[in-house]
């Protein structure tokens, strides 16, 4: 072939990879709410667009949103086969029993894989879950013996390490979840594109905390340079949930406020129609129903609210 | 009204109320799996016929569960109503993550309550659960500040104790579960009729134990005098799992030659038709489908086998 074709037919390849791929990230959401349904807890599998390696972001749900996701066509085979294949890790945000329990009753089923977060995290699922009294030991550290299915990667604050066995690479940042009580939030990256998770936390100045800002000031940048491609955030309580009774967790009105504080630093514009996935909303009486009206009621930047559910795909 | 027509009119009351009311007791499924599925983890409500006032016999899956079962109008008004008002006391047969997930994730929404257990039981959920580390502390006791929603009740082996707002009784004993690890047997009791659960558990001779032997030995009058109406027992595995690899678990094989010991204290025509309700079966491949088939396959006394479904009556 005449170079002057070839040249021609590797520009034509390249625009059509980019004109059909402008996404770098999928996301299965395997659970969403806050608590109370078995059925549905916090369970994210992320991976970029093109893989099928996964992590998994928290764990509170696996079977039974495999399940769904495979009835939904997203993901292929049997859930064991899916759980040992496709789920290369787990990224865990705090050791609250909603965000980990589907990790630790599938572990029998499970293959051998990291598992990602903060030491204060990590060392509750050594001291409390993987433990013998509460389940076998299936991890490689704590009480012996140590099975060692799981290996335990400690992550330390704004250092970026790679998830092994995926092209994707994170970095944690400690957010605050009913002060002193931590959770994390995860920043996972493939090559130039970003998306940030964040664990249960409450807003700055009902924690008096800084941990959100902190956070903030880090992938404001990121947002203002397009590189962020999605936020997961929880909104867990409605507006009229007392400050004193929020135990850590967010309000429509908090987030929109927290959200204000990062548009300080990324500016306003970069936050119009920036997509932002609520997590983690407690069920009970119609609250679901009250969050969603009171987020679309007062969205004064005009981010892209987005509400997950159980077995739909995202991408970004 | 005349004495005689009084007596008779009471005689005719008494007799229909024997006729249409043989059974003694009620249970609902809300969770009848060995594992991987967290919708769908051991959980059984067990009430008197007549009675909305139930027990919960270990507590793996509750929401989920609960949804079935209105679904199938055993149960009436929302699942956080019959949360709070029906259930009335968790009995947890031992500490594993699939047995007491459900009350965990449900506590936030339940209302003041028992539960009952072993004192190593309850030590692993005051240790181990209710901790604020992985979950706030909803019970009397542990780390502080201690909630106090939840109110412990140690059971003694072979002391039966009250039922608290329920017209029941229960004793407990303990079982060998991968020894030393231990498990329960609750042994409920409403007047002369008696219903026997058992936790997890091997087969004594596999579990070095005689714990179930010495269980056997008490309820076997009981079965021999008819007042023992139901016996829910577990196999995890099938008959190929070595026993090396049961993890203190029954087979079918183990759990018929496990009859056969408590035939030999009752005689074996107390057991013909005797209602043997089949939990913890552990999905996977095809194993379900393959216990099934070996329980039908060898069952030289002639139990009443019994594979319960979530959210579908039981009555004995």
Known sequence: MKPVLTILLFACVLFCKTAF?????????LGVKGGIDESNLSAYMIATTGSNDYVCLDAGTLHYGIEKAIQAKLLHGTAEEVLKKNIKGYLISHAHLDHLAGMIINSPDDSSKNIYGLDYCLDVLKD????????ANFADEGEKPALGKYHYTVLTPGIEMPLQNTDMQVTAFSLSHGNPYQSTAFLVRHNEAYALYLGDTGADSVEHSDKMHQLWQYVAPLLKAKKLKALFIEVSFANEQPDKQLFGHLTPRWLMSSLENLASLSGKEALNNFPVVITH???GGNREQVIRTQLKAYNPLHVKLIIPEQGKLLTF
Chains 1, 2 share one sequence.
């Open 281 to 283: 909303i407690k069920p």
């Open 128 to 135: 409390k879950y993987f433990s013998w009294k509460s389940w």
């Open 21 to 29: 791929s402008q996404t770098s990230f999928k996301v299965i959401p």
